[in-house]
């Protein structure tokens, strides 16, 4: 297993839909792998094959025990329904340190195909449904800046982030954020997917 880099904000392969998985190959099982390792590591909820340089359709989502028994790595994944609405901070490892409230359906269902071939559906409440439905997001090309409707949060925030992702990439700061305390870190990686 490896970790992956991660592409951010500004990579074309993060604004542009990601492709069909046609075959579960040991390449599609080997980049399963590899992006659950590295979401653990960059301490996210979850991960879409885009995120690390993949245009294609998996994501990765691990909510904890609370939400979900195992991760669950979907293929071709597509929401079947969504309803309610949940507003609250959101978060993106390809968008470093930039939290603000998005606005997202509550409940949703998606159906999906495992890495064994089978088709499976999930039930998604809360940050659960707000992490499935952000993960494929990403494999269409959107953001969730693109849910942010302050315009001055986006004014604000954005140069920030920008120029602490150049700083990521010459080195001068790491990959993973060093959170002064554990609780903090617990708190903000809640929804950072
Ligand atoms: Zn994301």
């Given at each position: 297993?490896?970790?992956?880099?991660?592409?951010?904000?500004?990579?074309?392969?993060?604004?542009?839909?990601?492709?069909?998985?046609?075959?579960?190959?040991?390449?599609?099982?080997?980049?399963?792998?590899?992006?659950?390792?590295?979401?653990?590591?960059?301490?996210?909820?979850?991960?879409?094959a885009p995120q690390v340089g993949v245009s294609k359709r998996m994501i990765i989502v691990d909510c904890g025990e609370e939400y979900q028994e195992e991760p669950y790595i979907l293929i071709n994944p597509e929401v079947v329904s969504a309803e309610g609405k949940q507003f609250g901070p959101e978060g993106c490892l390809s968008l470093p340190e930039f939290f603000t409230d998005v606005e997202r359906p509550d409940k949703v269902v998606v159906e999906a195909m495992s890495l064994e071939g089978k088709t499976i559906r999930i039930n998604g409440q809360?940050?659960?449904?707000?992490?499935?439905?952000?993960?494929?997001?990403?494999?269409?090309?959107?953001?969730?800046?693109?849910?942010?409707?302050?315009?001055?949060?986006?004014?604000?925030?954005?140069?920030?982030?920008?120029?602490?992702i150049r700083k990521i990439l010459s080195g001068e700061l790491p990959a993973v954020p060093e959170y002064e305390e554990d609780i903090e870190l617990e708190d903000r990686v809640a929804v950072e997917a």
């Open positions: 297993m490896a970790i992956l880099d991660l592409k951010y904000y500004g990579a074309s392969v993060l604004t542009r839909p990601a492709k069909p998985v046609k075959r579960i190959d040991r390449e599609l099982l080997k980049l399963a792998q590899d992006m659950l390792e590295s979401m653990y590591h960059y301490h996210g909820v979850g991960l879409a809360g940050l659960l449904a707000r992490a499935l439905l952000h993960e494929i997001d990403h494999l269409n090309g959107v953001l969730f800046t693109e849910l942010v409707s302050d315009e001055e949060v986006l004014a604000n925030e954005i140069p920030v982030m920008k120029d602490r």
